[in-house]
């Protein structure tokens, strides 16, 4: 798949036929085999930026939790539970475009602990970072950055006016700059049509990212989006499909929405490329029980090994 007309070919294509070719693509450049992933919500609404999708924005009515930064020692304790249920990543997320200096140390307070600790690697959602910050993360032991560019250039006004598209590229290429690897990626079912799908999956292309979380809108009450109609499942699985085809060796990770987007089907989204999940729940969200995961993670596993 050498180009964005390429990949607008694949829109015409059967859904079983382009199922398989994705399938192939995993099969033949993923090495890493199916990556779990934990986060932490560890400083919770407030936030002054508008993401229209977003029940931490105070644009937003929304019911969600409100808290500070977490200590170091909850936050440290949350890895080890995260480690617990067979997570290999643990994810720190924070509220907020920016970071205060103080909240910066104390999280690299805890990804040092957790890397004396723990056998877990630990990732970073922290905003718009600058470089000198992202360098503390890293020696503390930091070993990937995560920072959604949510969508494509093109259609991300429609989501948000209070930060640039810009913002996040340049967010992206210093983490990598300091030596951290990325997770970027975005939220499907936003309004946005499919070449913007396309161009989202050749933007994260050419930043050179690690794993691409593939959020699925939740149309969350109170948020700007509440009313939004829903992807078809069939539209979920081909815009995985795709993500596989263009990206080729990297993470594709199924995040927010598996659940109650893909219902009965989430098998069949690891059988059209994806190779990683959240478990244990999101942000503002729950996600299914310990229980459904794990056997959802052995469906997936046997159906790779067929």
Request: one cysteine or more; charged letters at 25%; glycine letters at 8%.
């Amino acid at each position: 798949m050498n180009s964005k007309n390429d990949a607008s070919d694949l829109l015409a294509r059967p859904l079983e036929s382009l199922m398989a070719e994705a399938n192939e693509v995993r099969k033949r450049y993923v090495t890493a085999g199916l990556e779990l992933c934990s986060i932490l919500n560890a400083k919770s609404g407030l936030c002054g930026e508008d993401c229209k999708f977003c029940a931490q924005s105070v644009k937003h009515n929304t019911d969600v939790s409100v808290h500070p930064l977490k200590a170091k020692d909850e936050i440290v304790q949350a890895a080890q539970n995260a480690s617990a249920i067979g997570s290999k990543n643990f994810g720190i997320v924070t509220s907020g475009n920016k970071l205060a200096e103080t909240e910066i140390n104390v999280i690299a307070g805890a990804i040092s602990e957790i890397k004396d600790k723990i056998d877990i690697a630990v990732c970073g959602s922290l905003g718009a970072l600058e470089k000198s910050a992202l360098k503390i993360l890293k020696d503390a032991g930091l070993s990937r950055y995560h920072h959604n560019i949510e969508t494509s250039r093109n259609f991300y006004p429609q989501i948000v006016s209070t930060h640039s598209f810009d913002e996040r590229v340049e967010t992206i290429k210093s983490a990598r700059e300091v030596g951290l690897e990325v997770c970027s990626g975005g939220i499907i079912g936003m309004g946005e049509n499919w070449q913007d799908r396309i161009d989202m999956a050749y933007t994260l292309k050419e930043l050179g990212v690690n794993s691409v979380p593939i959020n699925i809108l939740i149309p969350i009450k109170g948020t700007a989006f509440e009313k939004i109609e829903p992807l078809t499942i069939d539209d979920i699985i081909r815009a995985i499909c795709i993500f596989r085809i263009i990206l080729k060796d990297k993470t594709i990770k199924i995040a927010a929405g598996r659940e109650a987007a893909l219902k009965d089907s989430q098998l069949a989204g690891f059988a059209a490329g994806a190779n990683g999940m959240i478990i244990g729940g999101y942000l503002t969200v729950k996600g299914d029980a310990l229980e459904s995961d794990q056997a959802l993670v052995e469906a997936i596993l046997k159906k790779w090994a067929e």
